[in-house]
């Protein structure tokens, strides 16, 4: 079992950058496929982006390709999402969310662990 602790977020006006962190705890981080998803107001949570366990590859939504990245550093047993070029309509609340040697998809009901999320509000 793991458990996710996200931090990071907060407000920034359009066209600033935050960075999100999700700590993990347990010693097999190395072994689980990291996601960040995202919830607004009235919508459905919707895959932000995620990496492989096995691979390092990564995969983002359209919305915030060349403007958000995902990495992770196996010795800290955290993940990160670098958000740049931050626009009113990336706000949400931010989950980081893990599953054990699994592959990146993007359907948030087949990840096993969640964090309790972190908003980010970008003002206009």
């Known amino acids: 079992q793991v458990q996710l602790v996200e931090s990071g977020g907060g407000l920034v006006q359009a066209g600033g950058s935050l960075r999100l962190s999700c700590a993990a705890s347990?010693?097999?981080?190395?072994?689980?496929?990291m996601a960040w998803f995202r919830q607004a107001p009235g919508k459905e949570r919707e895959f932000v982006t995620g990496?492989?366990?096995?691979?390092?590859?990564?995969y983002y939504a359209d919305s915030v390709k060349g403007r958000f990245t995902i990495s992770r550093d196996n010795a800290k047993n955290t993940v990160y999402l670098q958000m740049n070029s931050l626009k009113p309509e990336d706000t949400a609340v931010y989950y980081c969310?893990?599953?054990?040697?699994?592959?990146?998809?993007?359907?948030?009901?087949?990840?096993?662990?969640w964090g309790q999320g972190t908003q980010v509000t970008v003002s206009s």
């Open positions: 969310a893990a599953d054990r040697e699994r592959a990146v998809v993007r359907t948030p009901q087949l990840y096993d662990y």
């Open positions: 347990g010693r097999t981080f190395s072994t689980y496929t």
């Open positions: 990496i492989s366990w096995s691979s390092g590859s990564t």
